[in-house]
T-cell receptor, first 113, second 114 residues
Framework: SQKIEQNSEALNIQEGKTATLTCNYTNYSPAYLQWYRQDPGRGPVFLLLIRENEKEKRKERLKVTFDTTLKQSLFHITASQPADSATYLCALDRTSGTYKYIFGTGTRLKVLA | EAQVTQNPRYLITVTGKKLTVTCSQNMNHEYMSWYRQDPGLGLRQIYYSMNVEVTDKGDVPEGYKVSRKEKRNFPLILESPSPNQTSLYFC?????????????FGSGTRLTVV
């Protein structure tokens, strides 16, 4: 069955370092992969979208890669700040161009001052 | 301000008492969806709508109903709530999720069924 895996363990890093979060998926080939940020008790906030034919996408201090061979996306936050502390979710469309999105359970990031 | 508005934010109800959670968006988005979020299970899609009068089931539709009579509104109806529907619910909208546009989520509704 289709499955998304994000590291359920929290990631603690020092301020100023680069945080790298992983999203792995199995048994399907999504056309789009999205990353969201979620703060406690609040709705997820859309950050970045990457398409299956794109290897890398950047937005300010954020960078996302998409390796369809490895079935993996990496999400990087450079020069991390305590304000970046949150849970980060990846989401993929179930099959190419459908409206059914699957979300990972998220990875909690804590940036230490 | 572009937003998705859900009401209520918090709701405690008793088993079997019908309830409706409202959702409204002001961005003229075609696509709307409902998710529930439970610890360890992440966000799971309940229902989605591609446009007015067009709805379809997500992964966990049992016990829920939806309707899309107007583009901006997408209410979630629990005809006979049960304790296993205690959860955090999110409504979301997108310009076109089928083309990969990101979602805008509401602030959530925390529902407790006793």
């Amino acid at each position: 069955s289709q499955k998304i895996e994000q590291n359920s363990e929290a990631l603690n890093i020092q301020e100023g370092k680069t945080a790298t979060l992983t999203c792995n998926y199995t048994n399907y080939s999504p056309a789009y992969l999205q990353w969201y940020r979620q703060d406690p008790g609040r709705g997820p906030v859309f950050l970045l979208l990457i398409r299956e034919n794109e290897k890398e996408k950047r937005k300010e201090r954020l960078k996302v890669t998409f390796d369809t061979t490895l079935k993996q996306s990496l999400f990087h936050i450079t020069a991390s700040q305590p304000a970046d502390s949150a849970t980060y979710l990846c989401a993929l469309d179930r099959t190419s161009g459908t409206y059914k999105y699957i979300f990972g359970t998220g990875t909690r990031l804590k940036v230490l001052a | 301000e572009a937003q998705v508005t859900q009401n209520p934010r918090y709701l405690i109800t008793v088993t079997g008492k019908k309830l409706t959670v409202t959702c409204s968006q002001n961005m003229n988005h075609e696509y709307m969806s409902w998710y529930r979020q439970d610890p360890g299970l992440g966000l799971r899609q309940i229902y989605y709508s591609m446009n007015v009068e067009v709805t379809d089931k997500g992964d966990v539709p049992e016990g829920y109903k939806v309707s899309r009579k107007e583009k901006r509104n997408f209410p979630l109806i629990l005809e006979s709530p049960s304790p296993n529907q205690t959860s955090l619910y999110f409504c979301a909208s997108s310009l076109d999720a089928g083309l990969g546009y990101g979602y805008t989520f509401g602030s959530g509704t925390r529902l407790t069924v006793v």
